[in-house]
């Protein structure tokens, strides 16, 4: 069984540009999240799909990220326009609906670098 | 405050040898959950372990292990036998089930190193 990707796996763009990050979860899986790790920062929670919706968007920094998930299947996280301190490790996460332990499994993440 | 902290920012393990990854947490909610993930150097997050805040006995899997002390509210990694391929940063993270619904908070994470 595949496991979560993400594409690309990195990034290099010019400040004021436009990315877009998409990632597949594992098949079968209802819920995908979006995180990031800044440089030396924790990982920090972006939002999370159940399906097609938009469940929590409470981690979004501001309106220049826009994400999406049309069909409920794969998911792209468009930053636009990029500042300097977009600059990090933006992973993606997925799983199915378990209730107590629900295990998040993470993709190999992209590495975005603002210039 | 942090809500996950993790107090060694790195360590080094001579092989064979077991190590213990720090992990303390903060939080009101009586139901949460923890997890560790390893991330090598290929950079994806492995899922390793998970303890739940009403689980009686310490989570094992494999050479795993959770030392879970909840008055304490530590969650600490026990890796036995460590060997080369454990060389990674390790992530504790915690889900706060009424509070903060499906999203988990991280610490900052522990690189540990295996010498042969």
Redesign the interface.
């Known amino acids: 069984e595949a496991?979560v990707t993400q594409f690309p796996s990195h990034s290099v763009i010019e400040k004021g540009q436009t990315v877009t990050l998409r990632c597949d979860p594992i098949s079968g899986h209802d819920?995908l999240?979006w995180?990031r790790r800044v440089m030396g920062?924790?990982?920090?929670?972006l939002l999370?799909f159940v399906k097609e919706s938009k469940?929590?968007e409470?981690?979004m920094p501001n309106n220049r990220f826009l994400a999406e998930r049309t069909g409920g299947t794969y998911s792209t996280l468009k930053v636009q326009p990029a500042e300097l301190e977009d600059s990090g490790?933006y992973?993606c996460?997925s799983?199915q609906d378990l209730g107590?332990?629900?295990?998040?499994?993470?993709?190999?993440?992209t590495?975005l670098l603002v210039l | 405050a942090q809500k996950?902290t993790q107090t060694q920012p790195g360590m080094f393990v001579q092989e064979k040898e077991a190590v213990t990854l720090d992990c303390t947490y903060d939080t009101s909610d009586p139901s949460y959950?923890l997890?560790w993930?390893k991330q090598p150097s290929?950079?994806?997050?492995?899922?390793l372990i998970?303890q739940?805040s009403y689980d009686q006995q310490n989570a094992t899997e494999g050479r795993y292990s959770l030392n879970f002390q909840k008055a304490r509210k530590s969650a600490n990694l026990v890796i036995s036998a460590s060997q080369l391929g454990d060389s990674a940063m390790y992530?504790c993270?915690m889900?706060e089930?009424q509070a903060a619904?499906?999203?988990?908070?991280?610490?900052?994470?522990t690189r540990v190193l295996v010498k042969p």
Do not use: C, W
């Not at chain 1, 920062?41 to 929670?45: L, P, R």
């Not at chain 2, 619904?101 to 994470?109: S, V």
């Open positions: 496991g819920n999240y995180y920062k924790e990982i920090k929670f999370h469940q929590d409470s981690g490790v992973f996460a799983s107590g332990q629900e295990t998040q499994y993470f993709g190999p993440g590495r | 996950i959950g997890f993930y290929s950079g994806e997050m492995i899922f998970y739940g992530f993270a889900r089930y619904g499906n999203k988990l908070t991280f610490g900052g994470g």
